[in-house]
T-cell receptor
């Protein structure tokens, strides 16, 4: 299994441009997440999904959109890129929660710079 | 609101010395606590979780509900332990979502 894959690895955008960060998992996980990691700030949850067709906002959703049309894919869309969106973006997935909360598996990250 | 605090952004120790990475949390209820680790040029991965009560790579962490802490400890640090460590919390009201601390960069010097 490849686990969680993300593309692209790196990207430079100009202010106002748009792009989609791709995320795919092959573990048949119901739950998927997008985080951003800023230096010294830890990981902040942008959006998450509990299954195909269901998405919800996390802690820092402004400026982003997501969709979940399949179990495997969870793309993150930036419509009007701003310098404040310069960050490293991580996608993660986890299996069905039961009594305890399952481990999240992370992708390798996408480093985005907005100039 | 739930919150995780890691007071040390940087921690440097010598090989063979004990190491403790601090984590404090605030949550009104019974949380589940985790430690995630990110080695250089690798992806973030789970190190251990409090309900498992296990030792991974010599690391242990005990949940202290009275002090609302979940410190990560290892009696004898190794150079390969150098990495970024994140403490994370999940609670019943947040489902599977994790709240991460700011992270501690551990450097183990030879």
């Amino acid at each position: 299994n490849a686990g969680v894959t993300q593309t692209p690895k790196f990207r430079i955008l100009k202010i106002g441009q748009s792009m989609t960060l791709q995320c795919t998992q092959d573990m048949n996980h119901n739950y998927m997440y997008w985080y951003r990691q800023d230096p010294g700030m830890g990981l902040k949850l942008i959006y998450y999904s509990v299954g195909a067709g269901i998405t919800d906002k996390g802690e820092v959703p402004n400026g982003y959109n997501v969709s979940r049309s399949t179990t495997e894919d969870f793309p993150l869309r930036l419509e009007l890129a701003a310098p404040s969106q310069t960050s490293v973006y991580f996608c993660a997935s986890s299996g069905q929660t039961g009594v305890s909360y399952n481990e999240q598996f992370f992708g390798p990250g996408t480093r985005l710079t907005v100039l | 609101a739930q919150r995780v605090t890691q007071p040390e952004k940087l921690l440097s120790v010598f090989k063979g010395a004990p190491v403790e990475l601090k984590c404090n949390y605030s949550y009104s209820g019974s949380p589940e606590l985790f430690w995630y680790v990110q080695y250089s040029r690798q992806r973030l991965q789970l190190l251990l979780r409090h309900i498992s009560r296990e030792s991974i790579k010599g690391f242990t962490a005990d949940l202290n509900k009275g002090e609302t802490s979940f410190h990560l400890k290892k009696p004898f640090a190794q150079e390969e332990d150098s990495a970024m460590y994140y403490c994370a919390l999940s609670g019943k009201t947040s489902g599977s979502r994790l709240t991460f601390g700011e992270g501690t960069q551990l450097t183990v010097n030879p």
